[in-house]
Structures are given as C-alpha cells and as structure tokens.
C-alpha cells in the first residue's frame, strides 16, 4: 500500500515513518513542504522510503495525490483545530484512504457528517482522531467497562514528560482553549468551564501526583453518547511542574477576565521558554483512565487503567492508532468504507505490542471509594 505520511519529518509524523519504514506491506512516502528533511529522513530510515515535496494547500493537491498513487494518506500536520478539511477531501477525491491525528474537538466530532458522503462514494476508509483521544481512550473504557450495566463517571488525565520533545503546533492547539468556555458533561447536564483553568490533584500509579486541568478534546462531546454516561465526563492535562501548571491557570484568568484574548499567539515564544526549565522535570510521563458504574452484577465499581512512559516515549503513543491502523489495511484486512471517529475501531490488547515495544508499563486497579477522586 502506497502510503504518505503528511508532515513526516515533524513531532509526531517522524515516529509514524520509523514505525512503518521496515514494513514490507507498506510502500512509504514522506511528505511536505520542506523536501531537504523530507528526503533525509527518507535516506535515514531506507527500507526504500522516498521524501517528497508537497503542499497541502495547494490548488492541484488531489492531482498530485492521484499521480504519486497515493493509496494511503496519513495527515499529521496540525494543527488541526484551525484547519478545514481540505486534505481529508483530497484525499476522498483521489481514491486513498485517509487517517489523522487530530485530538481537535470540532475537527473530530464533525468529521463523519462532513465527510462521510465523499468517503462512500470513493469506495475508501477515513478515520479522524487516530491518536491518544479518542482511540486509546476509547479502547481503554471499552476494556474496563465491558458487560457494565451503566457507566456513571469516565474521568481520564495525561500527564506529559517534562522533558519530551513538544511540537509548536501542539502548544498553539493548547493554548486555542486555554481560558476560553469548554462545554463539559457534568452532574448528569452540560455545563461550561474553563480550560486550563483551576487545576486539581490527580493520582497516578507509577508517577507522583500532579495537578491536573481542564482540557477540550473530542472525548467530552463523544463518550457522553457512546456510554451513556449518566454524570460526568472529564479530560484533564497534568504537567509535571506544579508551577508550569499554575503558570497555564493564570492565562486561563487573563483571558476569562478579557485581558488576554489569544495566548496561542504566545505559543512560539512558551513552547521555547519551556525547554529552558527541562532541567526541573524528567523524562516519566504517564496516563490514567478511571471509570466508575455498575458492573455486570449491578455492584458499584471503580476502576483505573494506568500507563507509564519512561525515557520520553510518550509522544510514540499519539502515533500507535495510525500505526496499528496503516498496518491492518496494508495487510489486506477490510477497511470500513466511509467516514468515522477513531472511537471503538481497535481494541486495548493491540496496543499492547506497541506498548512492550517502547518499555511502557500498565497497571489495572479496582478502587476503592476513598480512593477514586473527581
């Protein structure tokens, strides 16, 4: 399968060309505007990746989609929450597949309206927000809430390394929201609070607490449904340094009080000024996912699904839904014809090779009501 990866040289689109250089059922493109870093990495990974120049924006993209034979584009140049879906739409017009890494909340819920129609019709499979929101976190509740009878609270928190390599484009998504009213599921309604703003403790099995804030990504407007959550649903970001967080929660004041009105203007400038305090942290990132409800029995449960990612590997998780996916279809297995969220399309136990792969470590924990916190 002829695939290009789209921004293959940057944060993330660099990890998906390793993943999938060395597969035989995998004819790799590296893409972008820069054809120097395109074509250097091509010669770093061989395995007869090519790099490319290409141009998401240009007017003749779909022609030139359709002349590489492109079967397989996987778009991983954000960000996303600023952009339309011109490539997605490209790429339906050329006859390929199509998977992005979007976490993007609009970008993601809308995707299957917006796109499903042109998808059909080309014969072909698009999948929006292949990353760690909405595929691993869906696979993660699917595996802890199966046979429940009703789920009560999903509650799921990121914690990044300190010192993991950060994309420009990561920190300008962030900051789009920061401070600004992010509608969430809570006490059994929809409610608006602040993103970033009043951070909260939050436990992790394998790292040392941290706080925690508010964060706007699909899995707020899409588990509500897809569980039938019946009183909250929260996503949070912890950083490791307690001050970098509360440093993020006074930007989300400056802008609620209308004084700063767009902080991702900022986010050259402070995804710089973060790597001058790397020093401070370490290399440990985690997650954990809590789910409380009725179990099978209709007995009260609780539940957490903890990871850790030691040694900076934790950006290797946002690419392994892309990267499982590009693999299943490059075998030939059916890909769904049309266009879809990346909710509920893999399971938890196919992460688990890429999690092996990279020293991650799991933990699985009942609860008990003291302590699963809000």
Partial sequence: MKTLVLGGYGNFGARIVRALAGDPAIALCIGGRDLRRA??????????AVGIAIDLSSADFAAQLRRLGIELLIHTAGPFQVQGYGVAEAAAAAGAHYIDLSDGRRFVCDFPAALDARFRAAGRSAVCGASTVPALSSAVVDELARGWQRVDVIDTCIAPAQTAPRG?????AVLGYCGAPVEVWDQGRWQARRGWAAPSRVHFERL???????????????FPARYGVSQRVMFRAALELGFAQRAFATLAALRGAGLLPDPARWAKWLNRAAGTIDFLGSALGGMV???????????????????????????????MAAILLARRWARGE??????????GLLALAEFAPEFARWGMVTDLRVETASEFRP
């Fill in 208 to 222: 040392r607490p941290r706080l925690g804030a508010l964060c706007d990504i699909p899995d707020l407007e899409l």
């Fill in 168 to 172: 420009e484009a990561t920190m300008a």
């Fill in 39 to 48: 074509e250097a990495l091509a010669a770093e990974v061989g395995q007869g």
């Fill in 334 to 343: 059916p890909a769904p014809v049309g266009a879809f969220t990346s909710s």
């Fill in 289 to 319: 996912v809590r789910v409380q409800g009725l179990d099978a029995g209709g007995r009260p449960a609780r539940v957490a699904w903890h990871i850790a990612a030691d040694d900076d590997h934790g950006p290797e998780i946002p690419c």
